[in-house]
Every structure is written in C-alpha cells, then in structure tokens.
C-alpha cells in the first residue's frame, strides 16, 4: 500500500507565494520522478513540474521561473514552490510517484490533491 498525501493549498492574492509538500509513504523500496500536476475544473489535468531522483527538472512553459519543484530523498517528500502566483494558476494540484514497492514492482501513484486559488 502506497499513500501521498498534499498539503500546502490555500488561498491567496495575484503576486503572492505557496509552498506545496506532498508525503508518500508505504511499502516503499525507491522512488523514480515525483511530481506535480494541476487540473481545472472541466480540463484535463496537466503537468506542472517533475523531478527525478537524481535531481533534473522539468517545467511547464507557463510555470517555468515562477515554480521551483524539489525532494527530499530521505523523507520521500517533493515540494513546490509556487511565486508571482496568477490567477490562472488557479487549481487542484495533485502529487505523483513513482513507486517502486518492496516486490519491486513499479506503482504510478496519486494524492487526492490540494487546491490552490489565487485571486486577482
């Protein structure tokens, strides 16, 4: 059993700043890419940022310099850092994981997601 659970959503005004944490816990032997995912409501859920476990990164062109993804391979943890946040960063933002579980078998999996709501 695999668990990711967000943190970090809330409310805040155009230009302001967030910090997303997410935890995975369980049966955990290693973690490959961990990452971060948005959807509205009515579209699909989009890429947001993700970090292997060697540390590359890779952004979406509408976060890249505002958003600063991280880990912390010791406490199976990534984090986002969210700045100059806009209102179209408006969202659920969803951690991802990719598990591989004592049995040494590959789980992709998902938290139920944190919402982020910037006003104008």
């Known amino acids: 059993q695999i668990q990711v659970v967000e943190s970090g959503g809330d409310s805040v005004q155009a230009g302001g700043s967030l910090r997303l944490s997410c935890t995975v816990s369980?049966?955990?032997?290693?973690?490959?890419?961990m990452g971060w995912y948005r959807q509205i409501p009515g579209q699909s859920r989009e890429l947001v940022a993700t970090?292997?476990?060697?540390?590359?990164?890779k952004y979406a062109d509408g976060v890249l310099g505002r958003f600063t993804i991280s880990r912390d391979n010791a406490k199976n943890m990534v984090y986002l850092e969210m700045d100059n946040l806009k209102p179209e960063d408006t969202a659920v933002y969803y951690c991802?994981?990719?598990?591989?579980?004592?049995?040494?078998?590959?789980?992709?999996?998902w938290g139920k997601g944190t919402l982020v709501t910037v006003s104008s």
């Open positions: 991802n994981a990719e598990v591989i579980n004592w049995s040494r078998s590959k789980i992709d999996s």
């Open positions: 970090v292997t476990d060697g540390g590359v990164t």
């Open positions: 369980g049966r955990i032997l290693s973690i490959d890419v």
